[in-house]
RNA sequence: GUGGCUGUAGCUCAGUUGGUCAGAGCAUCGGUUUGUGGUACCGAGGGUCGGGGGUUCAAGUCCCCUCAGCCACCCCA
């Protein structure tokens, strides 16, 4: 392997493909406002224990996909694989509790040492928001259509469906979840080896399996419905009753879980075809026993993550670069007018592009490669009158102008 | 972590049964045009054929190992 390959599972964004995250996470967080959810940010780093205690010791991330370093002093850190956890340690660190409700987004980098595939990477940027301290369901109400608006104004709502179910509260998963593994049990030799393995680890993910023997076990298992306490249903019914009130579709489906304790009644995601196996592009749920668990007072939480690769993959239109204005001097003198013109002219709030050397012609090509709106050419016969030649570089169209008045020639060209 | 497919110039690819097979288009650079870009024409540079080892008189072409990408599983965003 080459030093100067890039770590696997890891990507350079050149300006293009930065252009495509920063449309993501611009318009995220823009529409994240408008719901009151205002941006904060944790270290891409904490103390191991954080993400342990909280995705649990036996979870598929803490035992093979963290990124542990062993420091000097002892201490063990992690990068985050995911952001709830630090959030929820932000909010206990920070002593939060007194202001609650709070809304949060954030953006970043997270880091799982998983096979890379398209949509899935070792590095990958995550886009997400929670909400803390509300039991209602017009939370999960909230944040569902929060994430909904944001995949409408990225421009591919349609290209997606949301996909929902309930977890019940802690007594209806627990009753659950005592009968799944029941069933299994009984029938474990017809499990396949990934299931029998998560019949110990994660049973409620045997509901999701793709293989053929699971599915027609999962067929005759006990069904959810009849383990779910009333208060659980009504629950998850006002939920959809929200969905609904707001004109959200939705497709009910009974095996999608989350195998996380703390995960209580919503469980939702985003999902899409366009991006083969990894089609997951949005999702969270209800995590009403998370700041418990990191020792925190009861508080209630939802929210949702969203993976920005994926979502600029989906994104339609190449988000242009922007289109300075071109300086193009011809001459030593006009070289140097061109460098107070350059900084006039950025102060003026404009894109200028001046070159570092080349002759006229050689400028002008650098300007139509860089897309430049207009060149300004300043020549001996221009500065000789205090003018300048301003090019429209998309009709060809030209004409001169005296220096003063250059401001309000270029206007057009903002 | 498991299984499968792929890897030739900056990019997209062609290279027939191992023997002028190191090529094309685009891109880049130069010229036609020493005050006018985008079009056109002419020309040039650029590749240890992912890396390493092996078989052979001879390997981009066959074998092994390795790295990376992709697809699926797993997991999830």
Request: with cysteine.
């Amino acid at each position: 392997m080459s030093s100067l390959q890039p770590v696997r599972g890891t990507h350079d964004l050149l300006p293009a493909d930065m252009r495509r995250h920063r449309k993501v996470r611009d318009t995220a967080r823009a529409v994240a406002e408008r719901y009151g959810y205002l941006e904060m940010a944790t270290p891409i780093f904490e103390f191991t224990e954080v993400f342990k205690r909280t995705l649990g010791e036996a979870s598929d991330v803490v035992t093979k996909e963290m990124y542990t370093f062993s420091m000097k002093e002892g201490e063990e850190i992690t990068l985050r694989p995911e952001n709830t956890a630090s959030v929820v340690r932000a909010f206990l660190s920070g002593g939060l509790a007194q202001q609650l409700p709070l809304k949060f987004f954030y953006d970043g980098p997270m880091f799982r040492h998983e096979r890379p595939q398209k949509g899935r990477q070792r590095q990958f940027h995550q886009i997400g928001v929670e909400l803390l301290g509300v039991p209602h369901p017009a939370g999960d109400v909230e944040i569902i259509v929060a994430g909904a608006h944001i995949l409408d104004e990225l421009g591919f709502l349609d290209d997606v469906v949301l996909e929902i179910n309930t977890l019940g509260d802690p007594a209806s998963r627990q009753a659950y979840r005592e009968a799944l593994v029941g069933y299994f049990r009984d029938h474990r030799d017809r499990l396949s080896e990934d299931s029998k393995d998560r019949l110990e680890r994660n049973p409620l993910r045997i509901l999701d399996s793709k293989d053929r023997g699971d599915r027609e076990l999962v067929a005759d298992a006990p069904a959810f419905d009849d383990y779910l306490n009333s208060e659980s249903q009504d629950f998850f019914a006002a939920v959809l009753a929200g969905l609904d009130r707001l004109g959200l579709n939705y497709k009910l489906n009974s095996r999608l879980v989350r195998g996380l304790d703390y995960y209580s009644h919503t469980a939702f995601e985003f999902i899409t075809e366009r991006l083969g196996a990894q089609g997951t592009v949005m999702g969270g749920g209800r995590y009403d026993g998370l700041v418990k668990l990191m020792g925190g007072p009861p508080t209630p939480g939802v929210g949702w993550a969203a993976g920005i690769e994926r979502l600029a993959m989906l994104l339609e239109a190449e988000p242009p670069a922007p289109r300075p204005i071109a300086i193009v001097p011809i001459g030593q003198a006009a070289e140097e007018k061109a460098q107070t013109l350059a900084r006039d002219l950025r102060r003026a709030g404009y894109g200028v592009d001046l070159g570092f050397s080349g002759n006229m012609k050689k400028r002008l090509q650098r300007a139509n490669k860089l897309g430049a709106a207009a060149a300004i050419l300043l020549g001996d016969d221009e500065l000789a009158e205090a003018k300048a030649t301003v090019r429209d570089l998309e009709s060809g169209q030209q004409e001169t102008v005296s220096l003063t008045a250059l401001t309000d020639c270029l206007a057009r060209f903002r």
